[in-house]
Each structure stands twice: as C-alpha cells, then as structure tokens.
C-alpha cells in the first residue's frame, strides 16, 4: 500500500502553486480600480459631452427668444415713431403718412401691435405733459424723423413690392385660422 503522506518536494510545489495563484488573483484584483475608474471616465466625459449639448440647445432657445423681444421691441418702436412723426412739424407730414400706411400694413399682419401702439400714446400723452421735458422730446422727434425716412427710404420699395402678397394674406385668413395664428403665438413663451 502506497502511502499517503506527500513528499516535503510534493508539499512545496502545492504551495508555490498556490501562491502563484493568489498572487494572479491579486494582481487581477488590483486591476479592477483602474477599470472602473476607466468607466467612470468614459462615464463622466459622456455627461460632459451631454451637458454640452444641453448648454447649447438652451442658448438656442434663448437667442430665439432674444430674437422675438427684438421683434416685439422693433413694433413698439415703429409705433412710437409714428406717434411722435404726427406731433412733429408740417415737414414731417409726408413722412407721418408713409409710416402711417406701412403701420396699417404691419397691424394687418401682426394682430399684437395695436397693444404696444396704445403703450406707446400713453407713454407719448405722459411725455406732453411733461413741459420741462418738451426739447428732449423735439430732439428725439427730429432724430425718430430722420431715421424714419430713412428707413422709409430704404424699405419703400420693398413694402411697395410686398403690399399686395400682405394684401392676398390677410385677405384669404379666416377668422379660424387667426386664433389658431395667435394660440400658436400664445405658446412661444412656453416653448423658450
């Protein structure tokens, strides 16, 4: 019969065997912080790279709404522009009148202007009243006059070329599709 107890050299090799073993073990072990601090990363840039994207969709949305309040602030302008034409001089006259026309043309087609239009009479009627402030408004009447004729004079053939294709628009809007126009209008806001 054999025996049983292993051999002193058997016993040695069991144990660099296994200390071969858990020495692999270790060395994989010690891997896996590396590995998941790879992950986390790759996991970090995507985020970056998503918040990028983000940051970007969000500053679209805010030029959009910059671009509207341009819009809405050049409205009011022409509206205050015509208001403080009439007040002018006989000169002016002519220019009130173009201006006149192209507002009726631009109120047709904007239904939002006929607010900022009564902002701008009230604000108009405060400023008559106010006697000291009466040459800072002539000023800035000769100054609103100037570059109204000028802007009349740059766009004239423009707004003449476009007065029928603003005629055929607003002639063939029924009264369906305006408060679809304005609910759509309506909801800009939200969407910025």
């Not at 590995?35 to 970007?56: F, I, K, N, W, Y």
């Amino acid at each position: 019969m054999a025996s049983m107890i292993p051999s002193p050299f058997a016993l040695v090799d069991f144990a660099r065997a296994a200390v071969g073993q858990v020495v692999e073990t270790v060395a994989t072990a010690a891997t896996v912080p590396v590995r998941v601090m790879s992950l986390l990363g790759q996991a970090e840039l995507l985020t970056t790279r998503l918040t990028v994207v983000a940051d970007d969709a969000e500053a679209m949305v805010v030029r959009v709404g910059r671009v509207m309040d341009g819009v809405e602030a050049t409205a009011a302008a022409a509206g205050r522009v015509v208001l403080e034409a009439e007040a002018t001089a006989a000169g002016a006259a002519r220019v009130v009148g173009e201006a006149e026309s192209v507002a009726i043309g631009a109120g047709r087609v904007v239904g939002s202007a006929a607010a900022a239009t009564d902002a701008a009479t009230s604000i108009i009627t405060d400023a008559a009243s106010a006697t000291g402030a009466a040459s800072a408004v002539v000023v800035r009447i000769a100054n609103a006059t100037g570059e109204a004729e000028g802007m009349l004079h740059d766009y004239s053939g423009t707004l003449r070329k476009a007065a029928p294709l603003a005629a055929r628009f607003v002639d063939e809007l029924s009264p369906e599709e305006i408060t679809a126009a304005i609910k759509m209008v309506d909801t800009f806001p939200e969407l910025r």
